[in-house]
């Protein structure tokens, strides 16, 4: 009985020798210091492209240059910020695939969101505010998509003039040009009732803001005249 019982004794011994404690705290995120200067920076971006979205810009060749540079700057410093927070929270990051992932996506993200809101947010917000009215011209030409379905799901019908397509961002009347190369967005669209009676080749003067950081696009206006002399086709 005696054997028994010590027998009993040094199993219990050894099992709670071998036993692992199960209340290990988890590890907890540590925030990162001056996160409000993130938070400031990363604001500030995103209402200047809610800013470039409401409106249509054409950066000139020098405010690209400053905004590539500006941008390259901000988003070395964002990107060292984000190292600097993973660095602080590795425990929690044990996965090697999401490590890989936020490595790359990170600064990818972070470069596009600036380009967008330096390039053609902040550059149309100067132009606004120290612009002076100008006017540009050029020739404008219907796009080849745009124009086929428009003539088959609109044009056919007789619909297009119970619908107004007059959406810069998105829209089947889309006029793309050479000024328009380097705009946000890269086309102008006009209205059906427009569309429908305009040529393939349409010359316009385009009316807005110039700054030395670009134009702002306000409207266009068909120079009918100048249109009479240009090929009905390529």
């Not at 619909?159 to 380097?182: A, M, P, Q, S, V």
Request: hydrophobic residues 45%; charged residues 25%; aromatic residues 14%.
């Amino acid at each position: 009985m005696a054997r028994k019982v010590k027998k009993a004794l040094r199993d219990s011994v050894r099992n709670l020798g071998a036993a692992k404690p199960k209340n290990l705290a988890a590890p907890t995120l540590t925030p990162p210091p001056y996160r409000w200067a993130l938070g400031i920076v990363i604001g500030l971006e995103t209402l200047l492209i809610f800013w470039a979205l409401a409106h249509q810009f054409i950066p000139s060749p020098r405010w690209q240059n400053i905004a590539f540079y500006i941008n390259i700057v901000l988003c070395a410093l964002c990107t060292a910020y984000f190292a600097y927070s993973f660095w602080l929270n590795a425990p929690l990051y044990q996965s090697k695939i999401k490590i890989v992932l936020i490595a790359i996506f990170t600064p990818v993200l972070i470069y596009f969101w600036g380009y967008v809101a330096i390039k053609y947010g902040a550059g149309d917000l100067i132009t606004h505010i120290e612009g002076k009215p100008a006017m540009m011209e050029d020739i404008f030409t219907k796009n080849v998509d745009d124009d086929e379905r428009f003539k088959k799901e609109y044009l056919d019908k007789g619909e297009y003039e119970k619908r107004y397509f007059d959406n810069r961002k998105g829209c089947i009347t889309r006029l793309n040009g050479y000024t328009l190369k380097d705009a946000l967005p890269v086309h102008f669209c006009v209205s059906g009732q427009d569309f429908a009676i305009l040529p393939k080749h349409v010359a316009v003067k385009i009316h807005g803001l110039q700054s030395d950081a670009g134009f702002d696009i306000e409207r266009i206006e068909y120079d009918w005249l100048k249109t009479s002399f240009l090929p009905t086709e390529d």
